[in-house]
């Protein structure tokens, strides 16, 4: 959430703040036009029975949401007050199971759709229900989009009816049997006796108390732990401090919600007790984070490997270029070495910071993910076709000549931005560990990560400019550079040919169109420009500044593009397409099962597939041990896959895990090997 909406809420609070003063009153200052609210009741009031109120509330449209009791990090939980006849007692309000929305890092808990809180009325044997007035009351509530929040408030009076069996159903019913709790350091541990055997895929521990002592609380955002032994289901919270440690002792019981999702889930009540299961096996939760300096190695090797990697191969024809430049003079060939650098790890870093901010407003985004967005493919497609014009001679970019032209620290600064921008589909090994880390560490120690993956990714050249012994020993410069830079206009073009296949699977046919037509009108100028440099005409980079404007005009006012449904084929038998609960009832079947995840756009991805999956043997194997096969298309952008991804620590794809029956995921290496797989299907 940004600024102006972080602020926007905080007045809003405020406002709500204010309306104890209209419980009093019992007048309406804000209304409930966002989310309606009525009072119904089961049925007349029987003396010495409980009589069931409830308060249906209906939001006006799908994007407004109500909250829990607790709302979390933001929001409010409602405040109601009835008018009941003397001697009758309103008990606890009974919620369904709430759901949960993360926002620029907020956890809300929240109710989506039509949904009812039900108050019990204790009404005592002695009452006089004959002629009883009607039961009226205030409510206050808080009304949110995930742009804004409205303050609500309404005067109730009791109608009967209402659908009070579906309501019921919704509740969460109470646990029969007491849990525990207990806080250790910065940890709040909630034992829940349950059947064994129960899923928990989807389990999430919702709390009512907003305050355990000592100045601490629950981190609603934060990863819960799981660990499960035989009747016994132990959620880990962590907890944050919101102010200084008092002396207010920690609650003498703790209540809450345990959701299994789509709306199950029961309630709950613990006491403080020990807690056990410190040893075993946790079945979800934060991973260990290995050392920051241990990180920021791995991704300074990953980088450093990635030049190496088949998706950053269409652009080491630059950087060969650039490398036969440094065998110049010792100084231009530092400052080419140190403009490259900085191009990478500025990329890189920026890319990063990109996603980070991304991911601090609420979207689900990894490594490589402009590369989902056509725009962005259509804008590399007329890069690399210009690239391409531009290693057939057809013109020169100032600064980028190979034969007796001057360095230029420019054009070796665009080299390395381009470098780093067009390796983002790989992520190679020792990436995975690193990338998937930052994405859930504090900014800063996630924006180092990425930068020295740019650092990696830059070293070679970086050292190349400051060794002279290793610079000595590359081609010296001649004709021969011509024909290198004409021949490395095959692997440029099959890079246009791939961007053109990306843009047929995530654009409309119309969109391919209107880019096809600017194709030609590209080429055409660059032509023209080619000539004008021929003739010695001035006015070049103005020329050059006028076609890169015209390229991103063009891309600008381009409708936006209507997504494809991507269907990618496969030799593996009907792979099923991935979604969590289709891998739950995979795993719940017995059988082995295996997971890929891919993309159209992720050269390594479809090396692996056509070296280890796609191939017959693996299909044999994989049918002789009953594998059930499932793949994760990250394509186009999804939201489930992307939450899943960062689950297992991963920030892009591919992504492979191996679960052996009864066993948890088996992560497995980035760059498969033709027997990897059938071994696996063989243990």
Known sequence: MDGWRAGLVLLFLLLASLVPGSLAAQEARFGDDNISVELRSDGAPVAGETWMLALRFSPRSPEWHGYWSNPGDAGQGMQLSLNLPEGWEAGEPLYPV?????????????????????VPIDVPEQAAVANVAPVTGFVSYLACTDRICVPQDAVLQAREGGDFRSWRAQIAPELDSTAGFEISGDRLRVGIPLPEGLDFTEVHLFIENTDLGSGVSPDYAAVQTLVSEGNLLVVEVPLKRFGKADDVPQPEKIGGILSFGNGQGVRFEAEPRDVPLENVKPIRGAVEMPPLWLLLLASLVGGLLLNIMPCVFPILSLKALALAKAGGEEAAARRDAIAYTAGVVLACAGLGAAILLLRSAGEQVGWAFQLQEPRVVGGLFLLMLAITANFLGLFQVPGMAIAGGKQSV????????????????????????????????????????????????????????????????????????????????????LTVLALVWLLTRI????????????????????????????????????????????????LSIFPEPEPREVRAESSIHAPIAFSESALAEARASGRPVFVWFTADWCVTCKVNESVAIEREETLAAFEAADVITMRGDWTLGDEEIANFLSAQGAAGVPLYLWYAPGDDARQLPQVLTPAMLRELAAE
């Not at 956890?107 to 949904?115: P, R």
């Not at 930068?451 to 590359?474: M, S």
């Not at 100028?525 to 991103?552: E, M």
Request: glycine share 12%; net charge positive; hydrophobic share 60%.
């Open 410 to 493: 420019r054009g070796s600064f665009g080299t390395g931005l381009l470098a780093a921008f067009v390796a983002t589909p790989c992520t190679g090994p020792f990436m995975a560990l690193a990338l998937g880390a930052a994405l859930v560490l504090r900014p800063i120690e996630g924006f180092a990560i990425f930068t020295a993956l740019g650092v990696g990714l830059a070293l070679p050249f970086l050292l190349l400019g400051f060794i002279p012994a290793w610079r000595r020993k590359l081609p010296k410069p001649g004709p021969w550079m011509e024909r290198f830079r004409r021949w490395m206009a095959i692997p440029m073009g």
């Open 507 to 554: 654009a409309d046919t119309f969109w391919l169109v209107m880019l096809g037509a600017v194709a030609p009108l590209l080429l055409a100028l660059l032509a023209s420009l080619g000539q004008r440099q021929a003739k010695g005409l001035g006015g070049g980079k103005l020329f050059f500044a006028a076609i890169v404007a015209l390229s991103i005009f063009a």
């Open 98 to 118: 709430p759901k949960t929305l993360l926002i620029s890092g907020l956890m809300n808990h929240i109710y989506e759709g039509e949904y009812a809180v039900l």
